[in-house]
């Protein structure tokens, strides 16, 4: 597509809920990431894939948090088990290559809203 | 590991005066790349500029110019003839070939373009 796509836009749950957070990519881009910004925060990497490579999961900040890379286009990230602390806006980002020079293209994120 | 740091939490500027936001950073590999986005209230991260640590000239991109000190290890974004339309978040960031994969933000800066 013309630019990263993310779903939904916005997602209330309750707490203890499972939630997906679905992204997809620029066509043809390998890399693919997930953010997360909290209300008035930076943001803070979670997940990187690379192509076939095993994914980077050193910025997951807990097991309830997981990602897959299906076919390497389509991302999802799932939260289970949703607490009030995982309120926050989730961004995807895809680039080209992972070289250094590669700017990311960010999606327009999913904002996410435990009650 | 690599950090950024942006110490303005708001900046101010008066429509059509410049305005430059400070941003330092902190890694002990000489390769490195740099970034700027901004990021609108409707919340998407939009690419400003980049540049690579050993790129002997300043960035420029029409009215954004980077203001790089390699030894001071700073990389401040001037913003000239300022718009209403630049009211927004700024974040720096910046990747390194150690962690090539991650692209690490600064908390931001919020710059407010006053008639």
């Known amino acids: 597509g013309a630019g990263v796509s993310q779903s939904p836009s916005n997602k209330v749950t309750e707490k203890g809920k499972d939630v997906e957070l679905r992204c997809d990519p620029i066509?043809?881009?390998?890399?693919l990431y997930w953010y997360r910004q909290s209300l008035g925060q930076g943001l803070e990497f979670l997940i990187y894939?690379?192509?076939?490579?095993?994914?980077?999961k050193s910025g997951l900040p807990s097991d309830r948090f997981s990602a897959e890379r299906t076919g390497g286009s389509v991302s999802t990230l799932t939260i289970q088990r949703t607490q009030q602390e995982d309120s926050a806006v989730y961004l995807c980002?895809?680039?080209?290559?992972?070289?250094?020079?590669?700017?990311?293209?960010f999606g327009a994120g999913s904002r996410l809203t435990v009650l | 590991a690599q950090k950024i740091t942006q110490t303005q939490p708001g900046m101010f500027v008066q429509e059509k005066e410049a305005v430059t936001l400070d941003c330092t950073y902190d890694?002990?590999?000489?390769?490195?790349?740099l970034f700027w986005y901004k990021q609108p209230s409707s919340g998407e991260m939009i690419f400003l500029i980049y540049?690579?640590?050993?790129?002997?000239q300043n960035a420029t991109e029409g009215r954004y110019s980077l203001n790089f000190q390699k030894a001071r290890k700073s990389a401040n974004l001037v913003i000239s003839a300022s718009q209403l339309g630049d009211s927004a978040m700024y974040f720096c960031?910046?990747?390194?070939?150690?962690?090539?994969?991650?692209?690490?933000f600064g908390t931001g800066t919020r710059l407010l373009v006053s008639p």
């Open positions: 894939f690379q192509g076939n490579s095993a994914p980077d």
């Open positions: 890694t002990s590999d000489p390769s490195y790349g």
């Open positions: 960031a910046m990747r390194d070939r150690l962690e090539i994969q991650k692209l690490v």
């Open positions: 980002a895809s680039s080209l290559t992972r070289s250094g020079a590669n700017v990311l293209t």
């Open positions: 540049q690579g640590s050993y790129d002997q």
């Open positions: 066509s043809g881009h390998t890399a």
